[in-house]
């Protein structure tokens, strides 16, 4: 009996190897099948069976370690090649992200003027040599404005006309660029990127998004969209960038590059290396591909999402773009500590921030969905260049408009007056006696002025941002909002800090502001009023907290940043459930379903699935379709999928089923 036990179990385990190497051989055969080893464009992969076929390949690599060293050595190979795959994907997205840092910081200045001695250097690099110490306006003897160029002072009306003239052609020109080179080579490369990508990692099947062409394009597009001086930022085409660089090196190793469930690791690695060498975030980087885009993120892709983007931001800081001691991209040093009583007008920034997202939110979709379903949509270029004419001619008058939005953000979260307009804040600078200084700080109305500039920037900001994010050119969203908040943040801090000089002995700031003017950062409201218009747009709680401090290095005001995201998500809930980006998944009709959502028994099919236009959802019921309705249902649609309902009176959802699974069943059948 013992015996007989003996020979079965080997017979049995023979048996497992054979079948295991069969299966695995077959598994190897079928990557060219569409729906097997690959899927047909604009499908949805099938994440369980690609996930079985994965451990079928590792359970044979094993097995076949102990014959060979060849063997052993493969085996070893594929253990570490998730390892090497993010290794290359970080230091190409580095080294990428420089590129366009560098080529977008020149080409920004270029509509300013222009370095003689060497006209690929910027305005600071081209300082760099010069032997002043101090610089008008950012300038020195060496950077010529385009005024300068003509023989025309840096001051005047000659001269204020041929540089506005400059800053339009020279707009125009790169938005004209940006616009052709998307319409002729790669029309995947406009936008943000974000909303595919979420619907790519969801499981579902793009065919060329993040391919070559669409890599490039990006890259040069984004180069000179940003430098046109639209209402964008390049944040969130970095972690589109960075998902083309996933994806083609993932084809270097055929364990991500032929399983697409598997290759979703990648991605989610290099969407969080993205973010990193976007904002020099790398922790933030994980944590936004965790919370806001990934969909399969087991724990080994924690694990390497941090490695990525650790890589990503050591290279970018190894080639350091900005020419700074810094990491980050906004660092602030602020040497007062927050007072409680200030956590009221925080929360106020939650809520406005919560205000200003919902507002943009809706307005940017409504003109989208015009865009998309009118005559509009087929001039695209035309599009882009009155958007681009517009926001030029209006934005050069304001001097907070006319510079680059991310110098402005580094100056509204400065610590004293964004061109010294703040009258509080330089005082310890130009005055000796305390005293001195709050009378004639008093006495300045420069305060005013700059609120009424600032306001006058939200607005136009705000605007230009409603039909920018969309346009067919490489263009983000993260910059714009933190511009909005920011803005929005420092009139407040303005006003909080006016009120502190005014009545520093009510009860509010008894015991904390003794002359008034050494207790409140209007800085600090800027940052955290970013943070809300951030929030509230893209509905970010964890992520955009640590994003925050890392962009700034503020580690000691993470609870204001988490009361005024807080109270930001909150109230983008509560007048719309949805963040950009969900909305321009719901608006591209992209098959997303979000992990977040909750759909109990009652759910009706049509709250899940939405039918094309003049046309009735194609359903299979639970018990009463025969075989022949099944097959007349295949031949009468196209779907890839239908769901399955209780009858087709009550259409309560019940599941959802495959195309191709249904043929399969119905093959096995006949």
């Not at 909005?484 to 700031?509: D, N, P």
């Not at 955290?528 to 890392?550: K, N």
Request: hydrophobic share 45%; charged share 15%.
């Amino acid at each position: 009996m013992d015996t007989l036990s003996v020979e079965t179990s080997e017979k049995e385990a023979l048996i497992s190897d054979v079948g295991d190497a069969v299966i695995f051989s077959g598994m190897q055969g079928d990557d060219d099948i569409p729906g097997i080893g690959q899927y047909d464009d604009f499908h949805t992969i099938d994440w369980q069976r690609d996930i079985a076929r994965d451990r079928m390949r590792h359970r044979y690599i094993v097995k076949k370690r102990q014959d060979s060293i060849w063997d052993l050595i493969k085996g070893a190979h594929d253990a570490w090649s998730g390892w090497v795959c993010v290794l290359l994907v970080g230091v190409c997205t580095g080294v990428v992200a420089g590129v366009i840092d560098i080529g977008a910081s020149w080409m920004t200045d270029l509509k300013f003027g222009i370095c003689p001695q060497a006209f690929w250097f910027n305005r600071e690099q081209c300082c760099w040599s010069s032997n002043e110490t101090t610089f008008d306006d950012g300038n020195c003897s060496q950077w010529l404005t385009w005024p300068q160029v003509f023989g025309e002072s840096r001051e005047g009306a000659g001269a204020y006309i041929i540089s506005y003239l400059f800053y339009i052609v020279w707009a125009l020109v790169f938005a004209a660029l940006s616009a052709s080179l998307v319409r002729m080579f790669a029309p995947y490369a406009c936008g943000s990127g974000i909303p595919e990508i979420k619907t790519i990692l969801s499981g579902f099947i793009i065919r060329g998004y993040l391919g070559k062409w669409t890599l490039i394009i990006k890259v040069v597009g984004l180069i000179l969209s940003v430098s046109s001086g639209l209402s964008l930022g390049k944040e969130g085409p970095m972690v589109h960038i960075a998902s083309c660089l996933g994806n083609i090196l993932s084809y270097l190793f055929p364990k991500y590059g032929r399983n697409e469930a598997k290759k979703r690791e990648i991605l989610s690695a290099a969407a969080a290396a993205g973010v990193s060498v976007a904002f020099g975030a790398p922790i933030g980087g994980v944590l936004f591909s965790l919370e806001e885009v990934s969909y399969y993120f087991p724990l080994k892709t924690l694990w390497r999402s941090f490695f990525c983007a650790l890589i990503a931001a050591f290279i970018l800081r190894s080639i350091n773009p900005f020419g700074n001691e810094h990491s980050v991209l906004f660092f602030v040093e602020y040497n007062k500590p927050w007072i409680f009583f200030e956590l009221i007008p925080f929360v106020g920034l939650g809520i406005i921030g919560g205000c200003i997202a919902t507002i943009f939110i809706k307005a940017n979709i409504w003109w989208c969905r015009y865009r998309k379903y009118s005559k509009l949509g087929q001039y695209p270029v035309t599009e882009v260049l009155v958007v681009t004419l517009v926001t030029a001619v209006l934005s050069y008058p304001n001097p907070y408009t006319r510079m680059n939005t991310s110098q402005l953000i580094y100056l509204l979260f400065n610590q004293c007056g964004i061109s010294n307009s703040d009258p509080l804040c330089d005082y310890d600078r130009n005055f000796t006696d305390v005293n001195s200084a709050i009378e004639k700080a008093a006495a300045r109305p420069g305060v005013y002025n700059a609120i009424g500039l600032l306001f006058l920037a939200l607005l136009l900001k705000l605007v230009m941002t409603v039909f920018t994010f969309g346009i067919k050119v490489p263009c983000g969203l993260f910059i714009p909002s933190l511009a909005l908040g920011a803005i929005a943040g420092r009139i407040v801090g303005i006003g909080v800090e006016q009120l502190a000089f005014h009545y520093s002995k009510i009860w509010l700031f008894s015991g904390e502001c003794q002359t008034g003017v050494d207790c409140i950062t209007p800085g600090l409201y800027a940052m955290v009023g970013a943070a809300a218009v951030l929030g509230g747009v893209t509905r970010m709680t964890v992520s955009l907290v640590v994003i925050m401090f890392e962009l700034t290095g503020g580690v000691r005001y993470i609870v204001p940043l988490m009361a005024a995201a807080m109270a930001s998500k909150w109230v983008g809930d509560a007048l719309g459930r949805q963040g950009i980006y969900d909305a321009h998944i719901a608006l591209n009709g992209y098959p997303f379903l979000d992990s977040k959502d909750e759909f109990q028994h009652t759910s009706l099919a049509a709250d899940v699935m939405q039918p094309k236009r003049n046309e009735t959802l194609a359903v299979i019921t639970q018990d009463s379709m025969t075989v022949d309705d099944v097959e007349t249902l295949l031949k009468e649609t196209e779907h890839n999928g239908y769901p399955v309902v209780v009858s087709k009176e009550s259409q309560y959802l019940v599941g959802f089923v495959l195309r191709r699974d249904l043929n399969l069943a119905i093959g096995n059948i006949i």
